[in-house]
């Protein structure tokens, strides 16, 4: 039983920032992958960025420069940060927990939060 809980959507103008925020709590050992996609109205859902358990991470290429992905081990968190927000970053993005251990040796899981809504004006 793991559950994800994302914050910090909102409404903000071409140029402006938000910093998203991502949860899991539970019984969890360890997570392998932390990672945000987002899905606009009519696109299917895409990958912004991604960070491993070490620290490495991608971006899409429509984000490098703008977003930094990071996570807080201790806390299970990742975090977002979005500047210089364009409308083509309106979506609802979601946060992904994967290979998720609850023991050393338990099977490995993917978590979805449910999504929060981000919407640059032009």
């Known amino acids: 039983q793991v559950q994800v809980v994302e914050s910090g959507g909102g409404l903000v103008q071409t140029g402006g920032s938000l910093r998203l925020s991502c949860a899991a709590s539970g019984s969890i050992f360890s997570i392998n992958f932390m990672a945000w996609y987002r899905q606009a109205p009519g696109k299917q859902r895409e990958l912004v960025a991604r960070i491993t358990s070490g620290g490495n991470t991608d971006y899409a290429d429509s984000v490098k420069g703008r977003f930094t992905i990071s996570r807080d081990n201790a806390k299970n968190t990742v975090f977002l940060q979005m500047n210089s927000l364009k409308p083509e970053d309106t979506a609802v993005y979601y946060c992904?927990?994967?290979?998720?251990?609850?023991?050393?040796?338990?099977?490995?899981?993917?978590?979805w939060g449910q999504g929060t809504q981000v919407t640059v004006s032009s």
């Open positions: 992904n927990m994967d290979r998720v251990r609850t023991t050393a040796r338990s099977y490995e899981y993917r978590y």
